[in-house]
């Protein structure tokens, strides 16, 4: 059975081979989980990491234009890097909480509420559909047609994955001193590798078919404090739906980890990470009844510009 980063049950497991009651109890997990972070909003917009740009312009470098959807939105962490690159980018995102801290911080961006499984945008309207930390929430069986529908052909599904660089030995440690409700088995390069390797993504729907996953993994950092790193661990799913006493317990014995540190002990550090990106392209296949933008030009990610082709 697959595990999420923050210590859960991948929720396509549900049904493969188990009985209906264990389904039903792994499930409610799973939907606890996942309902768990528009009660913590503010604090995800305020500690969560945005996404190397390196690694955004990576996903993006197959898209045969320049609209975007970024699906799963949050609280416009992924969103707020696209709109730096000068991308025409619309955010979705399901919870209303989360949802509004994003129009909050990007009034400019255009904002839906909808999910993977049911996207609120035309047949064939985007030319790269992207996800922050959020793809590992999608039900593939109902949101890989969905995905494929308002893709334009040609266009490219990517996720991207923030993860701590546990290579170097103080963060393998924070990670023990957390345990698996802070700092899951995705959290962590090895881990990220091994999860998405298994991953479901979308192969057909609406006629469309999808190319062979690509991956790659791009350096990244944040600055912190051991008190905002603590505050951003607090933000995983597994830490949400923990009981106070417990998640308390957690938290302290992380905070008395980090203070104990020379590299983090004494004001503001640089917290070494990767942004991993598993990308998928959707295959252009000429018919008449394919009716998504014609686009004959490149889109250059790294200038912010359209060349018309030739």
Same mark, same amino acid.
């Given at each position: 059975?697959r595990?999420t980063?923050?210590?859960?049950?991948?929720?396509?497991d549900f049904?493969? +081979?188990?009985?209906?009651?264990?389904?039903? =109890?792994q499930?409610? *997990? /799973?939907?606890?989980?996942?309902s768990?972070f528009?009660?913590?909003?503010?604090a995800?917009?305020?500690?969560?990491? &945005?996404?190397?740009?390196?690694?955004?312009?990576?996903?993006?470098? #197959?898209?045969p234009?320049?609209? @975007?959807?970024?699906?799963?939105?949050?609280?416009?962490?992924?969103?707020?890097?696209?709109?730096?690159?000068? $991308?025409?980018? %619309?955010a $979705?995102e399901?919870?209303?909480a989360m !949802?509004?801290? !994003?129009?909050?911080?990007?009034?400019?961006?255009?904002? !839906?509420q909808?999910?993977?499984?049911?996207? #609120?945008?035309? &047949?064939?309207?985007?030319?790269?559909? !992207?996800?922050?930390?959020?793809?590992h929430?999608? &039900?593939?069986d @109902?949101a890989?047609?969905e995905?494929?529908?308002?893709?334009?052909?040609? +266009? %490219?599904?990517?996720?991207? /994955?923030?993860?701590?660089?546990?290579?170097?030995? /103080?963060?393998?440690?924070?990670?023990? $001193?957390?345990?698996?409700?802070?700092?899951?088995?995705?959290?962590?390069?090895?881990?990220w590798?091994?999860?998405?390797?298994?991953?479901? =993504?979308?192969?057909? +729907? +609406?006629?469309?078919?999808?190319?062979s996953?690509e991956?790659? *993994?791009?350096?990244?950092?944040?600055?912190?404090?051991? &008190?905002?790193l603590v505050?951003?661990?607090?933000?995983?799913a597994?830490?949400?739906?923990? #009981?106070?006493?417990?998640?308390?317990?957690? =938290?302290?014995?992380?905070?008395?980890? =980090?203070?104990?540190?020379? *590299?983090?002990?004494?004001?503001?550090?640089?917290?070494?990470m990767?942004t991993? %990106?598993?990308? $998928?392209?959707?295959?252009?296949?000429h018919? #008449?009844?394919?009716?998504?933008?014609?686009?004959?030009?490149?889109?250059?990610?790294?200038?912010?510009t359209?060349?018309?082709?030739?």
């Open positions: 059975m595990r980063g923050d210590g859960t049950e991948h929720h396509q049904a493969r +081979g188990r009985g209906p009651t264990e389904q039903k =109890l499930k409610d *997990e /799973w939907l606890l989980h996942s768990s528009g009660a913590a909003a503010g995800y917009a305020e500690h969560r990491p &945005d996404y190397a740009q390196a690694a955004v312009r990576w996903a993006l470098e #197959p898209a234009g320049p609209r @975007v959807l970024d699906l799963g939105a949050g609280t416009g962490k992924l969103t707020g890097t696209l709109a730096a690159l000068g $991308v025409d980018v %619309v $979705v399901p919870d209303p !949802l509004a801290e !994003l129009r909050r911080g990007l009034p400019d961006v255009r904002a !839906l909808g999910s993977a499984e049911a996207i #609120p945008l035309p &047949d064939a309207s985007v030319h790269a559909v !992207l996800s922050g930390n959020a793809m929430w999608f &039900d593939m @109902v890989g047609p995905i494929a529908r308002v893709l334009a052909p040609g +266009g %490219v599904l990517a996720g991207l /994955w923030n993860v701590f660089d546990d290579r170097v030995d /103080w963060v393998a440690a924070l990670a023990r $001193v957390s345990g698996s409700a802070a700092i899951g088995p995705r959290d962590v390069p090895a881990g590798r091994a999860a998405t390797a298994g991953m479901d =993504l979308p192969r057909t +729907g +609406g006629g469309a078919r999808f190319d996953p991956r790659a *993994e791009f350096p990244h950092g944040q600055r912190r404090t051991a &008190d905002s505050a951003t661990l607090g933000t995983k597994g830490m949400l739906v923990m #009981p106070e006493q417990e998640r308390e317990a957690v =938290l302290g014995r992380t905070r008395a980890y =980090l203070a104990s540190r020379p *590299e983090t002990g004494a004001g503001e550090f640089t917290l070494p990767l991993g %990106v598993l990308r $998928v392209g959707r295959r252009r296949i018919r #008449p009844s394919d009716n998504g933008p014609t686009c004959n030009g490149t889109w250059d990610v790294g200038r912010g359209w060349d018309v082709g030739r």
